[in-house]
Structures are given as structure tokens and as C-alpha cells.
């Protein structure tokens, strides 16, 4: 799918499920049961190529995403991130703004990391939910962090899992401190206000 790369996969097994055996571009790791995150930690853990992808076994990668390959061989981002389209067959377009970040985030399916990033900042065992949300805001307020916005959509998401319909009360203690850390006092204080219509905002985007 994508030219002159080296594809490594890491597939994490629900448990109970039995082991492939690895190939040499394919491994698979046994889920814990601890939930979505702790098993990109653990394909991270197992990982050795420059860049990450994390995708579920209902969401699968679209032709447009080989057009990556040039700037993945040239390393001339840390982030790529693109539009994904749901599974009901809308596209969802990532924010570019930071503030907009803390109130819709980039769809995981859509985010192509530096795999370096999530040693710096990992995923939160407690963020049951939206332990990517934190890790994207964080990484788009390093300006250190090289962003790619891509405009073709590069996955199709299946919108039926958890993150549409569960609340995060670990994310929602964390918050407050998260857009004071990484908005500008003007930006924190729009965020402040943006809270109170947070509700009318998700139901418009149907969006968590």
C-alpha cells in the first residue's frame, strides 16, 4: 500500500484468541484486557520502525494513503494527520486549530506518529477514552513537533466503538489544567467561554 517503505504490522490478539506465529513483517501481541491504549503501548513496545499507525479491526486504510510515502522515506514530519471517512460515509476533516483540538479531536485512524513522540508523551493508563485526545493536544502545542495536515482521507473509521459513547472522567479531571498548559491566556479564556456551548457543538458534528 505504501511504495518503497517497509511495512511492519503489529496486530494485538484479543485474549483468549490463539497466536499466529510472526512473519517477518507481521507480529502479534496478546491483549491484556486493560483496554485500547494499554494495547498501542504494548505494539509500541514491540515496534522498531520510525513511524506508527494505530487502526482497529473495524477500520481499514484507503488507496490515497501510498501518497505518504514520500514524506515518511524524506522523515519530513512527525505528525501526519488527515481526514478519515466514517463509517456512515461523512468525512471528518481534522481541526488545525489548537483550540478547537480540546473540544474535537483528530480521529486516531487518521494520525500517522513519529514513533520517538510516544516516548515523550504516552498514553494514560486512567484515559480510558481519550487518552489520544491528550496525546494530540499535547503534540500540537510543541512547536518543536513538525505537522503535516494531508487533505485526502487515508481510513475509513467504523463509528460504532467505545470513544462515541462513553465519557471519560478521567480526561474531564484533567482537562481544565490540559488547555491551561497549552492555550495562550486569550485562547484559554475563549475555551473558558467555548465550554459553556460544548453540548450544542458535539451534537451539531456528532463527534465525542
Not at 73 to 100: E, H, K, N
Not at 149 to 155: E, Q
Request: proline share 5%; hydrophobic share 45%; with cysteine.
Amino acid at each position: 500500500m505504501l511504495p518503497a517503505l517497509e511495512i511492519e504490522v503489529i496486530v494485538v490478539q484479543p485474549t483468549g484468541v490463539p497466536m499466529p506465529a510472526d512473519s517477518t513483517t507481521v507480529r502479534f501481541i496478546s491483549d491484556t484486557g486493560r483496554g485500547v491504549y494499554m494495547a498501542y503501548r504494548a505494539g509500541l513496545e514491540r515496534a522498531t520502525g520510525e513511524y506508527c499507525w494505530f487502526m482497529g479491526d473495524d477500520d481499514y486504510p484507503l488507496d490515497a494513503a501510498a501518497q505518504l510515502s514520500a514524506a515518511l522515506l524524506a522523515g519530513q514530519a512527525d505528525l501526519i494527520v488527515a481526514p478519515v471517512i466514517f463509517s456512515s460515509g461523512r468525512v471528518y476533516r481534522p481541526t488545525r486549530s489548537r483550540l478547537i483540538l480540546h473540544f474535537l479531536n483528530w480521529c486516531q485512524q487518521g494520525v500517522i506518529y513519529r514513533r520517538s513522540l510516544l516516548t515523550r508523551v504516552r498514553f494514560f493508563r486512567r484515559l480510558s477514552v481519550q487518552a489520544d485526545q491528550y496525546v494530540n493536544i499535547m503534540l500540537r502545542a510543541d512547536p518543536s513537533v513538525r505537522t503535516t495536515f494531508f487533505s485526502t482521507p487515508i481510513c475509513v473509521f467504523g463509528v460504532g466503538g467505545v470513544s462515541g459513547r462513553l465519557r471519560d472522567t478521567g480526561y474531564a479531571s484533567v482537562r481544565m489544567a490540559l488547555a491551561r498548559r497549552t492555550l495562550s491566556g486569550s485562547s484559554f479564556l475563549m475555551f473558558r467561554a467555548l465550554l459553556l456551548a460544548e453540548p450544542v457543538i458535539k451534537r451539531v458534528v456528532k463527534i465525542r
